[in-house]
């Protein structure tokens, strides 16, 4: 069960990873790394060199960006700043059944986000 778990989850932040790798910042940096490298080219003993230097360089601004941005959002899970699912709008909302509500599935995503919060925030108590 605990290497099941532990490989989901070393699944699930390759994933983000692989996400945040191709997110506006990612790009950004990525782009800004490649032109730094080629603004010194000569240093290279060709342009190919240089080129390749240069894409080199941009994935790992890449790949440290992604991290960043995983490690960002991670700490603000675990702050607890999860914004936990509304069951309704108000009260008398949930008290008049409609027939949308009645036929409605429970959403499993918003069920397993809210579990992690609450987990996440059980988990911090215990450090403190």
Do not use: F, I
């Not at 290497?3 to 945040?20: D, K, M």
């Not at 069951?87 to 918003?110: G, H, I, K, L, W």
């Not at 919060?117 to 215990?126: D, I, K």
């Amino acid at each position: 069960m605990r290497l099941t778990v532990e490989n989901a989850a070393a699944q699930y932040r390759r994933s983000a990873l692989s996400a945040l790798g191709r997110s506006e910042p990612a790009d950004t940096e990525a782009r800004l790394a490649y032109e730094a490298r080629m603004r010194s080219w000569h240093r290279y003993a060709t342009r190919a060199a240089a080129k390749e230097a240069a894409t080199e360089a941009a994935q790992q601004a890449r790949e440290r960006t992604a991290r960043h941005l995983l490690s960002v959002r991670t700490a603000e899970v675990r702050a607890g700043q999860c914004v936990p699912v509304p069951a309704a709008p108000d009260a008398a909302a949930a008290e008049v059944p409609t027939v949308a509500a009645a036929d409605s599935v429970p959403d499993p995503y918003a069920e397993g986000a809210a579990r992690a919060c609450a987990a996440m925030r059980q988990r911090g108590r215990r450090r403190v």
